[in-house]
Nanobody, 120 residues
Framework: QVQLVESGGGLVQPGGSLRLSCTTS????????MGWNRQAPGKQRELVAY???????NYTDSVKGRFTISRDNAKNTVSLQMNSLKPEDTAVYYC??????????????WGQGTQVTVSS
């Protein structure tokens, strides 16, 4: 049993900023790449950002230059700073633990999610 708890979601206007945080158990945090998945109504879940234990970050094209993922190994937390938010960023965001498998990362555990709504 592991714990991943997201916080920081809410309603923001287009162009605004929001910072998501995720608290995790130390074991899963230290042994896994951490990322953020999101799922909007009627759409497939999308991995928008992930960061390895070596602090190497990667982003999907739609959020590059706007989102920044970071991790704090001392606090066992991972954050997602979201700037210049767009309505299409509206989704439930899930803090996710991932393992590397060939050319992709596979989710192995995730939290309950936090709602992000970008609307004017």
């Amino acid at each position: 049993q592991v714990q991943l708890v997201e916080s920081g979601g809410g309603l923001v206007q287009p162009g605004g900023s929001l910072r998501l945080s995720c608290t995790t158990s130390g074991s899963i945090f230290r042994l896994n790449t951490m990322g953020w998945n999101r799922q909007a109504p009627g759409k497939q879940r999308e991995l928008v950002a992930y960061i390895t234990s070596g602090v190497s970050a990667n982003y999907t094209d739609s959020v590059k230059g706007r989102f920044t993922i970071s991790r704090d190994n001392a606090k066992n937390t991972v954050s997602l700073q979201m700037n210049s938010l767009k309505p299409e960023d509206t989704a439930v965001y899930y803090c996710t633990a991932l393992i590397h498998c060939g050319l992709k990362y596979v989710p192995v555990s995730w939290g309950q999610g936090t709602q992000v709504t970008v609307s004017s």
